[in-house]
């Protein structure tokens, strides 16, 4: 329950204490006294999003501060456990808002985050106004408006529907890739078929190069070769050398050491001339080559450079893009093996949501006849017993909230087609439509104190009164806030508030004051006769009162 609104330095409000009590708590007041500021103030407090210029002109800080009563087993509770706040049975909220727009909350005296204000007012507060008829009225709202009426959990069917969707894209996605790389299986199997049938390895231009050109120049340099070959051989300067050390070795006995020093030069030499015609030979033998094995190198060296250049790639890195294509189309056949598995998968997920958003149905058809009784209890004591409320459902393609469409319609009289309520009724019976759906509404939340802005606008007479003692009778169980233009509604509050504005020194003010008897009867005269206040309307103040 909301026992006290306090507010320093808002809009029009210098300084204004409000305590508020159980029942049904009536605002009125002549139009632009300031009946909307104290919503938006309050709004402020509960951090709801509105206006951004509400600091009073000249004042350096405005502040709204709201006490609420909460039970220990209030939902508010919970939420104040969570953010380890120690229960207490009084809930303080305050808020501040500089003339730059900074703003800055508090609950219990601990500075905290607008949100979480936010987050506590669903619980707190419940606001029925006159701006939100539109919405009741706009059908594609319906479905939100009953599942909260029946308080229904939609968190299950949206995971639900979000994991078809998430297995549905990556299904899409997999299957357009498959696709793609079908286009290209053909250029995948014969380049790899290709790159096999060579198996080129890294190094092997190189190495094919440097035999290529040197079978190319062997020939010339055979020739030379072979002259030096001949030219160290026994036929010339072995030979020769061979003759010289016989001829040293025969003459040495005859003049004793002095030969020993040339022989055995000799002979290191004749040791070398074998090293050297040895080596002259295994060359020559190296270059000993058939013509085809030219032509064979040849061949080889070009088909790897073309593969090279076909793909735009280092001759080295062959081997490396011949794996990397074969895993090319061993993906092709696990994106097979992939799709198979994630059409498993969304198979199952659609079953999982198909159970859940046909209990969600069957959940949303019961509380659709709930409401539709609701409605016929609320409707009666409005003063439209012979009218019926429908809430009809129809398949749609499946979503997020379910695969059902919810449309209000209504019919005036029994036997009259229904159709939508703003099509149907009438200006007066539409806002006795309203109003009684806001009450099947505003029931679901206990606890929570309700407030209805002019929610009355648009009927008089009896049925202003009718609406004034549903909201007096539904104020038995809750806490009602009710700014009213109607005296036959004020005359139903168990509270009665005024509103007035004065201007002093060129300076608005609003202020609430709480009437007495005598002062509630001038203000429902007023109501009723305007400024000037007779006798006559007086009397049917007292007896508006009285009833």
Known sequence: MLRGLYIRNLLLIDRLDLEFQTGLNVLTGETGAGKSILLDSLGFVLGWRGRADLVRKGADRGEVTAVFDIAIDHPVSKILEMHDFAHSDELILRRTNSPDGRKTAFINDRRVSGELLRILSNNLVELHGQHDDRGLLDKKVHRGVLDTFAGLELDPVSKAWEAVQNIQKMLDTARIGLEKAKVDVDFLNHSVKELEDLAPEPGEEVVLDSKRRLMRSAEKVRENISKASHALGLDAAEGAMMDALRWLETSSNSIEERLEEPIAALMRSASELADAQRGINDCLRSLDFDASDLEEAEERLFAIRDLARKHNILSDNLA??????????????????????????????????????????????????????????????????????????????????????????????????????????????????????????????????????????GVGGATADAVGRRLAALAKSAQILAVTHSPQVAAQGAHHWQVSKTVVNEVTTSTVVKLNDEERTKEIARMLAGDVITLEAEAAARVLLQR
Request: contains cysteine; hydrophobic residues 40%; glycine residues 6%.
């Open 320 to 457: 490396e893009f011949t794996d990397e294509l074969r895993g090319q189309l061993e993906a092709i056949d696990n994106r097979t093996e992939q799709i198979a598995g994630l059409e498993d998968e969304l198979s199952k997920a659609n079953f999982v949501y198909k159970r859940i958003s046909d209990k969600l149905t069957v959940e949303r058809q019961k509380a659709a006849a709930e409401l539709d009784n609701s409605m016929v209890s609320e409707l009666k004591p409005l003063k439209m017993e012979r009218a019926v409320f429908k809430t009809q459902m129809t398949d749609i393609a499946a979503g997020a909230n379910g695969c059902d469409m919810v449309a209000f319609t209504v019919a005036t009289n029994p036997g009259a087609e229904f159709g939508p309520i703003e099509k149907i009724a009438s200006g007066g019976e539409l806002s006795r439509f309203l109003l009684a759906l806001k009450i099947c509404l505003a029931r679901q939340n206990e606890g929570v104190t309700l407030i209805f802005d002019e929610i009355d606008r």
